[in-house]
């Protein structure tokens, strides 16, 4: 029976066969080139270990004293390029031209490939760059193209701007637009008097009258929010008294009346003697009769600005007629007599209001009416 291993366990059964002391052929080159090699430096044969602290000494191939060449490292040289600086034998170098001769460089020098190539660029931007001022003024190929495609792309971008902006030159705006900019940029159609339902911004709209008006005067003159210098007035055309329907988008409730003069007439142009009266049944009636006064010339003021400068809104500072509240859809205005003139009269803005009973900003001036 064969003797088990150290470990217990017994060899394999081709291991059996062999006599005590044989040895295989692996194992005689092993022991032969064990043989041969040389004798460990340490005394031990093992290295002694780095002292704590201490990083191992490693050998680089860059810590060679010789210098190789980048391309051929088999070769051993002592030439490098006079650009870059980088080791190259005889065969990768190559002199410089004079026509690229640049700063350190000069003509003669080796040079590898890659700073050649650099240098042949170098060379022809300053070629480029040093043209005369005749050939810099010529144009290319190339910026003809790059002009032709710019001025395309300018003009598909700036042709449908100057159609806008050509047909808004042309057709001029009208007041009624102006009033709507100018909602939209106070943000809100109320205002200190109230909230005006009779303005065309709103949906308000003229009728008719009884008598007709001046031509470029027209009656939509006293809806249009503007009673300022710069929009006419509204001026009659024939002798008072004259009748002014005016229909409001829906029926609502009003409490305020204002009869605003224009700063560009006569004062003896303004009317006098006027009625209001309010209607849910249909612009020929029945009406309710809720405003009989007369407007008083001397309650008019002119805006002023701080430091006595000139207001930008040059509008009359007019009061309010203060009704009862009424139901209304359509509105008569009755204008009987003026200050006094027998040419025409005149009124800048007519305005159908309501407004809380306890306003949140200061109250205007308020008259009560004659209802």
Do not use: K
Not at 38 to 62: M, T
Not at 319 to 337: A, C, D, K
Request: aromatic content about 8%; proline content about 12%.
């Amino acid at each position: 029976m064969a003797p088990p291993y150290a470990n217990g366990t017994r060899r394999p059964y081709w291991e059996r066969r062999r006599p005590a002391g044989h040895l295989t052929r692996n194992h005689r080159l092993s022991l032969t080139v064990r043989s041969v090699r040389p004798a460990s430096p340490y005394p031990s044969g093992v290295p002694p270990r780095v002292a704590p602290g201490h990083a191992p000494v490693r050998i680089h191939p860059g810590a060679e004293r010789e210098r190789r060449c980048y391309d051929h490292p088999h070769r051993v040289i002592q030439t490098a390029c006079a650009r870059c600086r980088t080791p190259f034998c005889a065969d990768c170098l190559t002199p410089v031209p004079p026509a690229q001769a640049s700063g350190t460089v000069v003509s003669g020098d080796p040079a590898c490939r890659r700073c050649r190539e650099e240098l042949a660029h170098l060379a022809v931007r300053r070629a480029w760059d040093r043209r005369p001022w005749w050939q810099r003024l010529r144009p290319t190929w190339q910026d003809m193209r790059r002009a032709a495609v710019t001025s395309a792309i300018i003009g598909a971008i700036a042709l449908p701007i100057g159609v806008i902006v050509r047909e808004i030159v042309a057709s001029p705006i009208t007041p009624e637009e102006f009033a709507r900019i100018a909602f939209a940029l106070r943000g809100g159609f109320g205002g200190p008097e109230g909230t005006n339902y009779l303005n065309t911004v709103l949906g308000g709209t003229y009728l008719g009258a009884s008598a007709p008006s001046a031509t470029g005067y027209e009656p939509t003159r006293l809806i249009d929010t503007w009673a300022t210098a710069r929009v006419p007035a509204w001026r009659t055309a024939s002798a008072l008294p004259i009748e002014l329907t005016f229909a409001l988008p829906n029926q609502t409730v009003a409490n305020r009346a204002i009869l605003r003069p224009h700063p560009g007439e006569a004062r003896d142009t303004w009317p006098r003697a006027f009625e209001v009266a309010f209607s849910t049944v249909g612009p020929s009636g029945p009406w309710t009769v809720v405003l009989d006064t007369d407007l008083d010339p001397g309650t008019v003021a002119t805006p002023t600005a701080p430091g006595g400068a000139t207001p930008a809104d040059d509008r009359f500072v007019v009061p309010s007629f203060e009704v009862r509240e009424t139901p209304v859809r359509w509105v008569r205005l009755v204008i009987r007599s003026n200050g006094g003139s027998r040419d025409y009269t005149s009124l800048g803005e007519f305005e159908v209001l309501y407004a809380p009973r306890t306003p949140l900003g200061a109250p205007p001036s308020v008259v009560p009416g004659r209802p």
